[in-house]
């Protein structure tokens, strides 16, 4: 077929390159275009010399083959993505977007061929003050129809806009910037879309504006000749045809695979017991979806991302090898042979699988819980804190007093974190950790876990001298800070959830913390944390400790509690 033909021309990857590169060639006109209307926010002869620049980027040869190329380009592969989605069972965002795309030629075929199109043919002259007499005078509910369309345009431009930079590492850090942008741009249009059309609804903007230009344009031939209407006519006709006649081709071809496919099924077995049967030709990810059963697929089925790989409980050698985008993201992870993508693995026989990052349906969690969300590897900074001698601390006391003590340890451990700009991450028994660096750069969160160190460092002395009658030993804290990449996300079940941070480098901080202890000191820091956080270390005792799982020893700085607490003096 010519789908498959065209998928031997060209990869996935090129496919989906192409279709990225058309929508930012539209959504930068529909931005362009939009700015333009917001013009009428102060005048209708402000909107025409922002017009005249518009047009003379896009009317001539290579802004038009620019942007038609690009039009028809998306269209043709918004199209081939339906035919070739095995299931239209798909997530709400991806529903929404591809919904609104085929929404949007009915509702601009129209506002085309009254610009562009007699333009073209014709000289009509599609100035401000002749659209907006149109849609705001003559033809108010096409005004209506255009709104509409603007709308569904900018979201549609914002949700594909939204899911090509939301793995970007700097995207959290400017994505309410551009939200705000997002919220902008359609209002200001839409308001200088009405301004302009109650200034030219005004009985004084007659006065005031020689309307020989408009008369011009109502006497010309386009409005005056039968032909040229007749003509017009045959051109929306046949682009509205068009487009009905590609979805229906599209649909029809569907219909005819889904039919011959009956007769061709294998069946999806998984872990949990459920069977799922699917045509031959499917992957594995949208057999999930048909049945129901909750799968990762947060880059909607493109294998950017491995949060639907499966794990192969049956036979694996004899299923279709990856491709080469398989292969690459499966390298990248590390991948055992019998891990595969769910959404790109399409199995020719019946096999067995378990979803390796989602163990339970989001259905069956409680209500008013936060969905799970995959983690992004970050560069962080982790603290882990414990307090020492904490059995002997607490051993002869009521544990309503042991309550006590550690609400009040907890409570100036948090404050410390937060005051620094960190995340107190979980409270274990006596031990905190907490988390910096989630939405700043490493260097800054290497010099906000230091300060909050130092901060607990100082609060526990205090906090010790306040109890010292009702403790038989002073308080004292173990403190273990390390810095790397590591994955951040959200884990648990039901309520029972929160932003945590997994990776080697968690594991190495909990042993530094571990190593104060041993070395009876109130901090011991990793030299990547130092040298990222610009401090300090002359005079400073230095060590090289071996970290379980590290070939090579790890140098570290052992801090006293009085050099930890002069920390943060150095820095006031």
């Known amino acids: ?130 659209v907006m007499r149109t849609l705001w005078i003559t033809s108010p509910g096409t005004g209506l129809r255009q709104i509409a369309a603007l709308v569904i345009v900018w979201f549609h431009g914002c949700i594909g806009l939204h899911y090509w930079l939301r793995y970007r590492t700097w995207y959290t850090d400017v994505a309410a910037p551009l939200l705000a942008v997002a919220i902008l741009v359609p209002v200001l249009a839409i308001l200088g879309f009405i301004e302009m059309g109650r200034t030219i609804a005004e009985p004084a903007y007659e006065g005031i504006v020689d309307t020989s230009r408009y008369e011009a344009n109502l006497n010309a031939r386009y409005s005056s000749d039968p032909d040229a209407r007749a003509q017009v006519a045959m051109i929306r006709a046949g682009l509205y045809g068009s487009f009905a006649g590609a979805l229906f081709l599209v649909v029809a071809a569907r219909t005819h695979r889904r039919w011959r496919e009956r007769v061709d099924q294998i069946t999806v077995h998984y872990q949990g017991g459920e069977v799922v049967r699917v045509p031959r030709g499917f992957t594995v990810l949208e057999a999930s979806r048909l049945g129901g059963i909750p799968h990762y697929s947060i880059c909607g089925g493109k294998g950017q991302c491995s949060t639907c790989r499966v794990q192969v409980l049956s036979s694996y050698e004899g299923l279709p090898p990856p491709d080469k985008l398989e292969q690459s993201t499966l390298r990248r992870i590390n991948a055992a042979p019998d891990v595969r993508l769910a959404c790109q693995l399409r199995p020719t026989h019946d096999l067995t699988v378990v979803p390796l990052l989602l163990p339970a349906a989001e259905a069956a969690l409680p209500a008013n819980t936060q969905e799970t969300t995959p983690g992004r590897e970050r560069e962080i900074a982790v603290l882990f804190c414990d307090i020492r001698d904490f059995t002997a601390l607490t051993e002869d006391r009521l544990p309503f007093d042991i309550v006590f003590l550690l609400n009040r340890y907890f409570a100036l451990v948090g404050n410390a974190v937060e005051k620094a700009g960190g995340r107190v991450d979980k409270f274990i028994g006596d031990g905190a950790m907490a988390l910096f660096g989630i939405g700043t750069t490493p260097e800054e969160a290497c010099r906000q876990a230091l300060t909050a160190a130092a901060s607990i460092a100082r609060d526990i002395e205090k906090l010790s001298r306040e109890l010292s009658d009702e403790l038989s030993l002073p308080l004292r804290i173990a403190i273990g800070i390390h810095t790397g990449p590591a994955v951040v996300g959200t884990l648990g079940y039901g309520r029972a959830r929160s932003t945590t941070a997994i990776g080697d480098m968690v594991n190495v901080a909990s042993r530094l913390e571990a190593a104060a202890k041993e070395f009876e000191v109130a901090l011991v820091v990793s030299e990547p944390v130092a040298t990222l956080a610009g401090a300090d270390m002359g005079g400073i005792e230095s060590r090289e400790i071996s970290v379980r799982g590290r070939a090579l020893p790890l140098k570290v700085y052992v801090i006293p509690r009085d050099k930890a607490i002069e920390l943060l003096e150095g820095k006031d």
Do not use: C
């Open 1 to 130: 077929m010519a789908t498959a033909a065209a998928s031997s021309i060209f990869s996935e990857r090129s496919i989906r390159r192409a279709r990225l590169g058309s929508g930012l060639v539209m959504f930068i006109f529909a931005f362009l275009h939009f700015s333009n209307h917001a013009l009428g926010l102060v005048s209708v002869s402000a909107a025409e010399d922002g017009r005249r620049f518009f047009t003379a980027l896009w009317r001539n040869p290579v802004g038009s083959l620019l942007l038609y190329g690009a039009i028809f380009t998306h269209i043709g592969l918004v199209f081939r993505s339906i035919y070739v989605r095995r299931s239209l069972v798909m997530p709400k965002g991806e529903l929404a977007q591809i919904g609104l795309g085929l929404t949007i030629p009915l509702l601009l075929i129209d506002h085309v061929i009254g610009t562009r199109v007699v333009h073209t043919l014709y000289g009509y002259r599609d100035n401000y003050e002749t």
